[in-house]
């Protein structure tokens, strides 16, 4: 079975080489030849922990290929799956389908046989309707089902996450892509993992559903731990206490400067677009990205209150800037916010990051980006963590205070224990946790 994987992006480049582990042929297209270049020289254009391996090995296999000729890509594919991005529309928060449709159409003109096209960017409801009217007003002459399956992996964990997933949802308008999509995930359907067959326009909803209910776990701990702080109350505590209940989950429970990445903000905002249009109000939903967008500046007042109400001049080391560990995305991430927010306000700014500093310094000018994390400590008036890297868990106390102006540390993320740093003397600050712990 061959099938065409339209961008090789962190779902596209993931699912093409996973789907070559499950036996399929797989022609990844992207039309940027420097990622399609890249990738034929065996350099992966993004970092996720096992990538590299599993590409080289299906290249090796003869599984695996990639290329920007989506006509030759094409030829003798049973199914195309559309992984382009869809960032947020400038203006309105929309979901931006332009790339989706773009995509579509150099499909329509390229095609000379039936095909089943899958979309497995998240797109908004009504958008397989679209585009299976867009085929067949573009190409009346072939048959072209159109599917939904949106994809659920997390950056970081992608490998693991498509290969042992949760579920599976394919939302469809035809019995032959049901054979076909049952045919492609059969691997994992042995192994036990549910496929959900729903209609199209379900499949596109529970994708952002379940976005959304994920954004608004994080910003309820969020604001949980704000009333820790109030009370004398741990959100460690809290959130595990909340956790062991089955019906709660304890994931997605833990406290932060506020959820950020390529998939939270945009799907929230163009889930508010979809419910605007459709005149449902989504109210839990809007007080989520109200709140979260509140939440990012509020870290800023933190930090500043941390270096005694002013940060001008003062030179403050930052430790990650990707929006969470084990990837190399910057996207929406709170480090978008909150470091020009304290470079506004007078701040001299020193950066490391393990994996995102490459894409970080396209968006963040006039920073000093460091080599390691102890560089950034040197003569700083503060350290702030901002992402949750293991290794910031690990770092040697007594040399960063050695290394620091005043010991301060704001910890965004409670990757370090409250203990050890005061017992080193350092002024910690940190989410939800009692001064005294
Ligand atoms: P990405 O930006 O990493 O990759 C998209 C790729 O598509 C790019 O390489 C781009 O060059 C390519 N592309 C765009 N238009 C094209 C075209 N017409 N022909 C060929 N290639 C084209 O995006 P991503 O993070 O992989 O996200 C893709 C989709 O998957 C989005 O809808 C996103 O919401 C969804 N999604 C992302 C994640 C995630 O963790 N990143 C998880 C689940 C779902």
Known sequence: MRIV?????????????????FGIEVVCVDKDRHRIEALRAGRMPIFEPGLEDLV???????????????????????????AVGTPSRRGDGHADLSHVFAAAGEIATALSHPLLVVTK???????????AAFFAETRPDLKIEVAANPEFLREGAAIEDFMRPDRIVCGIDGSGAQALLEALYRP?????????????????LIKYAANSYLATKITFINEMADLCEATGADIEVVAKGMGLDGRIGGRFLK?????GGSCFPKDVQALLHTAREQSVPLRIVEAVEAA?????????????????????GKRIGVLGVTFKSGTDDVRDSPSLVVLPALQELGAKLCVFDPAGMEEARKRLPGLTWAQ????????????????????????????LKTLMHT??????????????????????????RPKAR
């Open 5 to 21: 994987m339209i961008g090789a992006g962190y779902v596209g480049l993931v699912s093409a080489a996973c789907f070559a582990e």
């Open 56 to 82: 080289k090995r299906h290249v090796a296999s003869g599984r695996l290929g990639f290329t920007f000729n989506l006509k030759s890509a094409l030829q003798g594919a049973m199914a195309a799956f559309i």
């Open 121 to 131: 960017s998240t797109v908004p409801v009504g958008t397989g309707r679209r585009l």
């Open 188 to 204: 994992l359907a042995q192994a036990g993992t549910p496929l959900l067959f729903t209609g199209r326009e379900t499949a596109e």
């Open 255 to 259: 406290p932060g400067p506020g959820y």
């Open 292 to 312: 979260n967008a509140a939440r990012k500046l509020k870290m800023v007042s933190r930090i500043v209150a941390a270096c005694d109400g002013k940060v001008r």
């Open 372 to 399: 390691n994390a102890y560089e950034t400590a040197q003569d700083a008036t503060a350290l702030v963590i901002l992402t949750e890297w293991e290794a910031f868990g690990s770092l040697d106390l007594d040399q």
């Open 407 to 432: 010991p301060v540390i704001i910890d965004l993320r409670n990757v370090l224990s409250p203990a050890a740093a005061r017992a080193r003397g350092f002024a910690y600050h940190s989410i939800g």
